[in-house]
């Protein structure tokens, strides 16, 4: 019998769900200084993208591609970091993070710059529906 998926307690707290997509949560953290999705695969006990088998691993770089496109249209950016950390949860997650020449943590990494702004109540919906709204526009 396999262990079921269930989300890591850290990011349930720091991030709120936005769409279930064919393989992962994506989720939105909860930080309104940056536009920063999570992709956490629903599968149990992985840490490590190349955990993952074939299909799945081809499915989560599609589901990056995606996203990242879709960040990119919600919360125009110079770049969008891409990072598989797993330093801290060690439940296998991807993050997406639209960066802005000068935003509160430029040029450095987002972890460690400073306490997060948790978004105000309309923003955070705002934002959710926008994200949520692109992608579900994708079956895939």
Same mark, same amino acid.
């Given at each position: 019998?396999?262990?079921?998926?269930?989300?890591?307690?850290?990011?349930?707290?720091?991030?709120?769900?936005?769409?279930?997509?064919?393989?992962?949560?994506?989720? /939105?953290?909860?930080?309104?200084?940056?536009?920063? /999705?999570?992709?956490?695969?629903? $599968?149990a006990d992985r840490s490590e993208?190349?955990?993952?088998? $074939?299909?799945?691993?081809?499915?989560?770089w599609r589901e990056i591609r995606?996203?990242?496109?879709? /960040? $990119?249209?919600?919360?125009?950016?110079? $770049?969008?970091?891409?990072?598989?950390?797993?330093?801290?949860?060690?439940?296998?997650?991807?993050?997406?993070?639209?960066?802005?020449?000068?935003?509160?943590?430029?040029?450095?990494?987002?972890?460690?710059?400073?306490?997060?702004?948790?978004?105000?109540?309309?923003?955070?919906?705002?934002?959710?529906?926008?994200?949520?709204?692109? /992608?579900?526009?994708?079956?895939?």
């Open positions: 019998m396999s262990t079921p998926f269930v989300l890591d307690a850290r990011l349930a707290a720091d991030s709120v769900p936005v769409i279930e997509l064919p393989l992962c949560s994506a989720r /939105l953290m909860n930080d309104a200084r940056f536009a920063w /999705l999570l992709l956490v695969p629903r $599968r993208i190349h955990d993952l088998d $074939r299909t799945d691993q081809d499915q989560l995606f996203a990242t496109a879709v /960040l $990119r249209d919600v919360a125009p950016c110079d $770049r969008v970091n891409l990072g598989a950390l797993g330093n801290i949860v060690r439940q296998l997650h991807v993050h997406l993070v639209a960066r802005v020449v000068g935003d509160a943590a430029w040029p450095g990494p987002v972890w460690g710059s400073g306490a997060a702004q948790p978004y105000e109540a309309a923003s955070l919906e705002a934002r959710i529906a926008a994200l949520r709204q692109r /992608l579900a526009e994708s079956g895939d």
